[in-house]
């Protein structure tokens, strides 16, 4: 009533009460013109190569870097970068898709040997290459064997974040010293 609406109740004793309340109707709303929403690429043109047994974790690694404009080539295990390198070497044109890589992401734990294995190797045709290793490995001798490398190391489980963070960490380039 003091909105103004229309109030109705009907009640029978012992059955009980129904009680109505009249609205106008409302004027459906217009639309408003909305920006598109843009996705920030912070990797944009960032040539990646990732290594992962796990095809889940591999998926998810791809599909994040490429949403932040990362161009990606992704291997499920040593043998397939190794191959994918043989094959650049011979035809240029045929194994890498990515010509000189900008960033290797591995796996620690491979079926056919380690992420540092995989970083030796890169290296050995892309010397210098920034390297990130993953691992959900908590066993005393491989996180010794990954703090001796020198390797920046991502500890599994991570969010987008923490990998994001990691990756511009690895790619930022260390102070030069005037001296």
């Given at each position: 009533?003091?909105?103004?609406?229309?109030?109705?109740?009907?009640?029978?004793?012992?059955?009980?009460?129904?009680?109505?309340?009249?609205?106008?109707?409302?004027?459906?709303?217009?639309?408003?013109?909305?920006?598109p929403r843009v996705v920030p690429q912070p990797l944009a043109g960032l040539r990646v190569v990732v290594v992962d047994d796990d095809p889940s974790v591999?998926?998810?690694?791809?599909?994040?870097?490429?949403?932040?404009?990362?161009?990606?080539?992704?291997?499920?295990?040593?043998?397939?970068?190794?191959?994918?390198?043989?094959?650049?070497?011979?035809?240029?044109?045929?194994?890498?898709?990515?010509?000189?890589?900008?960033?290797?992401?591995?796996?620690?734990?491979?079926?056919?040997?380690?992420?540092?294995?995989?970083?030796?190797?890169?290296?050995?045709?892309?010397?210098?290459?920034?390297?990130?290793?993953?691992?959900?490995?908590?066993?005393?001798?491989?996180?010794?064997?990954?703090?001796?490398?020198?390797?920046?190391?991502?500890?599994?489980?991570?969010?987008?974040?923490?990998?994001?963070?990691?990756?511009?960490?690895?790619?930022?380039?260390?102070?030069?010293?005037?001296?």
């Open positions: 009533g003091l909105l103004g609406h229309r109030v109705h109740l009907r009640s029978q004793a012992g059955r009980g009460s129904c009680f109505m309340v009249g609205l106008p109707r409302a004027q459906a709303p217009v639309p408003q013109a909305t920006a591999l998926a998810a690694l791809t599909d994040r870097l490429r949403q932040w404009g990362a161009l990606v080539q992704a291997h499920a295990s040593l043998t397939s970068m190794r191959s994918a390198l043989v094959l650049a070497a011979a035809e240029p044109d045929a194994g890498m898709p990515l010509p000189r890589p900008d960033l290797l992401v591995t796996d620690q734990r491979l079926p056919d040997g380690s992420g540092l294995e995989t970083a030796a190797l890169m290296r050995l045709h892309h010397a210098d290459l920034p390297v990130l290793v993953i691992t959900g490995n908590t066993q005393t001798e491989e996180l010794a064997l990954l703090q001796a490398s020198h390797l920046p190391v991502l500890h599994k489980p991570f969010r987008a974040e923490a990998l994001l963070a990691a990756i511009q960490r690895v790619l930022r380039p260390l102070p030069s010293h005037v001296g």
